[in-house]
């Protein structure tokens, strides 16, 4: 219904982990069903590291790879005919499509240096009120009022987990500033946000920059959850009393 009443010129999906490619595929499947000239664009993790299996077990028309931030606009600048890009869609850096039965990659796009301004989208695109109720994807909500709103004080690892795919998916470790982040918490402190999911890869990769986002957090009196990356090793860093062993032992 919301897709009939929108009328959207390109829909957006992205399938972050392999096992809601199911999920993924079948949005993907009513969106052709509906209108089967609305150009659909996967995404996310599984995307990226499966471009083949996505484009091939769908009728997805692209597929984005790696991080988005940059891609997308230049891919929707591609698609409505804006100069700087004769050979179309060819000229967009780290996307797959398919072709004449087979899936074709351009070259790839390299991983964005500076994240400081992609750590602060604007939230007043969307009703933080939608993602606000009682439970969330990190669990139970820690606060039965206010709003509650997912951020990330840095993406990307340097560990190299080789069951991981962050790495080749986001790159290596990069921080957003505390100054810019706590002017983040400002922003959305002003919006009624009381909580904070956050998603960075590995928080703990710089210890010293974890201190003083966790200072941020605490200046701004907002409850919040680590949703993405915490290796012992490095909570152990900044806790040299505590061993590994009776961490895992409690």
Known sequence: QR?????????????????QWGNAREIIDLVKVIDENIPV??????????????LMDSPADIAVLRQTDATFPDLLNAMTGRTGYPNGIYDVEGIAFRKNGKVEITRPRAFLKDISEISRPDYS???LKNYSGPFNSAGRRALDEGLIAVVFSSIGCDVGCTFCAIPGSQGGYRAVTPAIFGELL????????????????????DPLH???????????????????????FALISLLPEVSESSICDN
């Open 210 to 232: 974890a201190l003083q986002i966790f200072e941020q957090y605490k200046r701004h009196n907002l409850k919040w959850t680590q949703e993405g990356g915490l290796s012992l």
């Open 125 to 127: 695109l969307i009703d």
């Open 186 to 205: 400002d922003d959305l402190c002003k919006k009624g946000v009381s909580e904070a999911i956050e998603e960075a890869d590995h928080m703990l990769e």
């Open 3 to 19: 897709i009939r009443k929108f009328r959207p010129h390109i829909v957006g999906v992205t399938c972050p982990y392999t096992h």
């Open 41 to 54: 664009v996967i995404g996310g993790v599984h995307a990226s590291g499966l471009p083949n299996d996505v």
